[in-house]
């Protein structure tokens, strides 16, 4: 099952069976390994995963660390478990903030079974920053931009510069968005003045800067409705346009429906992906036909595969995240190693490993011919 099928299984088993859990070591083996073996690690394999693994910190020895995931022999990430039934606010971190400090891992997660909360050491080299950079609840909606982040700390993708960039965009963009939410329900002096001096020429008396707090807000509310309804009408105008079949102008695009929680999910495919896949036929035309490079829409990716054989496929792009783009690239074992990128002409970038893969499956197609 891929990652996101994963959380919505164990998302449906804590809401079955937290009321079933009374204690700490139970919630770890019903709740936390699963999660932790969902991000690919062998929860029974002490090399990869080590329960209780001791940290002296000072004059406290025989400190164990709740779970440690190991990679070439050392901690890249801390677990700190609670029970289920443990309100984490009323936690104390002191012992995350200990073992953090005195191991190799940058990253420590504190959780309940049901709150996860992961933290590095953003503001302070080697010390634990205090504000978590991704928390989230298991119970809640399962989001394909959650689903993406914890990508980044499973075993197949994990990269430590690359997760501790993704840390810090996450943890500022957090914060920037709770600080817009405030501005949204009550505009600070500092906002309104911003936007006054901008359109009012006058003096910013007490009378009227609270008339441009009222309007500030009203503006905004309206700002935000009206995006959201442009969103809605581009959506259904894409959805209701006619289909053209022509041979100089269809394209050739087969679409795959992914059943989801809830129904089967809508594909639409965007002019970004559009894009991205004209440009990779491009790329792929001094050693291919044009024609034999196929997309195919899915509901969480869009695959781009030759001769229409999803045993081929030769990228993916996952671009449904207006905020974070990656490419699917595949290596010989067709195992996707996917790389953010920017904008869709960094895909150029990538021109060598995409000839590479298409020479591949022709290669292993005349091997094929000669037996």
Known sequence: MDLIDQLKALSSKVAKQSDLIKTEEATKNAFIMPFINALGYNVFDPTEVTPELTADVGTKKGEKVDYAILKDGKPIMLFECKCCKVDLDKEEMSQLYRYFNVTDARFGILTNG???????????????????????????????????????????????????????????????????????????DDFVKFFASKVYAGKLTQVVRQQFTDLTKKALHQFINDRINERLKSALAEEN????SSPTTAQPVATEETKEAGGKGKIVTTQEEMEGYHLVKSILRQVIEPSRVIMRDTVNYCGILLDENNRKPICR????????????????????????????NEIYQYAERLIATVNNYEKAKKVENTE
């Open 317 to 344: 792009l996952h671009f449904n995240n207006p905020n974070k783009k990656y490419l699917g690239l595949f290596d010989v074992e067709k195992k996707e190693e996917k790389v953010p990128i920017g904008e869709i």
């Open 114 to 188: 049901v709150i996860y909360r992961f933290y590095t050491d953003l503001e302070e080299p080697n010390k634990m920053d205090s504000k978590p950079f991704l928390e989230f609840n298991i119970l809640d909606d399962i989001k394909d931009s959650l689903v993406e982040d914890l990508k980044r700390f499973t075993k197949t993708f994990f990269s430590l510069d690359e997760t501790l960039t993704a840390a810090s965009e996450l943890k500022y963009t957090k914060e920037i968005k709770r600080l817009l939410a405030e501005q949204l329900t009550n505009p600070s």
């Open 241 to 244: 346009a006619p289909t053209q």
